[in-house]
T-cell receptor
Framework: GEDVEQSLFLSVREGDSSVINCTYTDSSSTYLYWYKQEPGAGLQLLTYIFSNMDMKQDQRLTVLLNKKDKHLSLRIADTQTGDSAIYFCAETSNDYKLSFGAGTTVTVRA | NAGVMQNPRHLVRRRGQEARLRCSPM?????VYWYRQLPEEGLKFMVYLQKENIIDESGMPKERFSAEFPKEGPSILRIQQVVRGDSAAYFC??????????????FGPGTRLTVL
């Protein structure tokens, strides 16, 4: 089966960069995703990357993919208090069955 | 445009009772997916449905669990004779008609099931 692992907690100071790391085991993954979940809300897709890409940038978000090491990271520049949430890494090797990590709780402190 | 709706948000059942979880997809979406999140684990795929059809139920436990997405009304995930191990957060997602290789899944807020 597919395994996706990520650290459970990250604390970062407001204005600093946050880096959330994720590893996965399925070498046939085609898409990799980052979702954000705020308290009481559903998971919101932040960004995704296709497996033949190394990097994707979208405003304050940068996704890096090392396919050889099966390592995915999400960097949030200039972290704000509104970025406090749980961040889920996910992957799929078909077009609908997502496999998720347990989520990283990011706490932004003043 | 309302997002994916799930109800109830919290459900408490005693062992042996039935649990019914409802999911209303986003307007215009005809594909529904159910995921389960056990404590301190990631979301795990359970089932993929289209209207009146189960497309992939490879993640569903073989017994006590069933899902449907009728022509009219919400999708229902039904758990019969619940046990403590069924306590989890159950998330529903929906997507529009397939348009290409990638179709974003839009998630609801989840139903937290607690079995006493």
């Amino acid at each position: 089966g597919e395994d996706v692992e990520q650290s459970l907690f990250l604390s970062v100071r407001e204005g600093d960069s946050s880096v959330i790391n994720c590893t996965y085991t399925d070498s046939s993954s085609t898409y990799l995703y980052w979702y954000k979940q705020e308290p009481g809300a559903g998971l919101q897709l932040l960004t995704y990357i296709f497996s033949n890409m190394d990097m994707k940038q979208d405003q304050r978000l940068t996704v890096l993919l090392n396919k050889k090491d099966k390592h995915l990271s999400l960097r949030i520049a200039d972290t704000q208090t509104g970025d406090s949430a749980i961040y889920f890494c996910a992957e799929t090797s078909n077009d609908y069955k997502l496999s998720f990590g347990a989520g990283t709780t990011v706490t932004v402190r003043a | 445009n309302a997002g994916v709706m799930q109800n109830p948000r919290h459900l408490v059942r005693r062992r042996g009772q039935e649990a019914r979880l409802r999911c209303s997809p986003m307007k215009g979406h005809s594909h529904v997916y159910w995921y389960r999140q056990l404590p301190e684990e990631g979301l795990k795929f359970m089932v993929y449905l289209q209207k009146e059809n189960i497309i992939d139920e490879s993640g569903m436990p073989k017994e006590r669990f069933s899902a449907e997405f009728p022509k009219e009304g919400p999708s229902i995930l039904r758990i019969q004779q619940v046990v403590r191990g069924d306590s989890a957060a159950y998330f529903c997602a929906s997507s529009p008609l397939k348009q290409g290789l990638y179709d974003e899944q839009f998630f609801g807020p989840g139903t937290r099931l607690t079995v006493l």
